[in-house]
């Protein structure tokens, strides 16, 4: 994903990375920042890649608290999320590339899991297309979600009026002068790079040797200071 910075409506550079400590889940922020936007750019229109640290609130059923003890299911929690604002013929290419970035993740890190296309019955109301990522929980003795990435299509634009002008189809009146395209909704996608409860229950329940050590998987070792694994304390 390209986390550079881009223009708005104005020209401004809008400084994107990073977003941190969002109040509301996952895009919101960003949604609410275009809100009854037009992007007027004489260039091509380049789609807008959002990564953000979120903080997320969950209301939580107690049958699931009892079922899902631990760290898998909890009130609050922080993810890593991505979010692109992107032309509607571009949306479904985007969403490939989203889960295609969730998948080398997960398989650099050595972690077992399958990429699900849900089914019609199993999507929320913004989602035209939703891909779950489940990793192998040991202690669930199953697959549990760890990831997910929407295609959102229009739903969220067309309630909040974020839009663009095609360039492309300006054209010159003699008598009225400069002839503006009309205004198209843009596309939304969203998918969850890093929920960080799931991922600490993955790579802690995989990774755990009978002598109780912690393997830390290599891509992660530079930022744990070198050290190859994380042993128990003796008491």
């Excluded at 095609?166 to 009309?182: F, H, I, T, Y």
Aim: glycine share 6%; net charge negative.
């Amino acid at each position: 994903m390209n986390l550079e910075a881009y223009t708005d409506v104005e020209g401004q550079l809008l400084d994107v990375v990073p977003f941190r400590r969002q109040l509301a889940a996952e895009c919101f922020p960003f949604l609410l920042y275009s809100h009854s936007s037009v992007n007027r750019e004489k260039t091509n229109y380049s789609p807008f890649n959002f990564p953000s640290v979120a903080q997320v609130s969950t209301s939580l059923h107690t049958l699931l608290a009892i079922l899902c003890r631990g760290l898998y299911r909890v009130h609050q929690f922080t993810k890593v999320e991505m979010f692109i604002i992107c032309q509607p013929e571009d949306s479904n290419s985007y969403h490939e590339e989203l889960i295609g970035i969730e998948e080398d993740l997960f398989s650099s890190l050595g972690l077992h899991f399958k990429t699900l296309d849900m089914a019609s019955g199993d999507l929320g109301a913004p989602a035209y297309r939703k891909y779950d990522v489940e990793a192998w929980m040991p202690g669930l003795g199953r697959y549990g979600e760890i990831s997910s990435a929407s295609n959102c299509t229009d739903y969220q634009s067309r309630r909040l009026g974020i839009r663009y002008r095609p360039s492309e189809s300006l054209s010159m009146n003699p008598k009225r002068g400069m002839n503006l395209a009309p205004t198209q909704f843009v596309h939304t996608l969203n998918a969850t790079a890093c929920a960080v409860p799931r991922m600490i229950v993955c790579l802690l329940e995989n990774y755990q040797q009978e002598d109780g050590n912690v393997i830390i998987p290599e891509p992660l070792r530079p930022f744990m200071g070198g050290l190859e694994r994380i042993t128990p304390k003796s008491w």
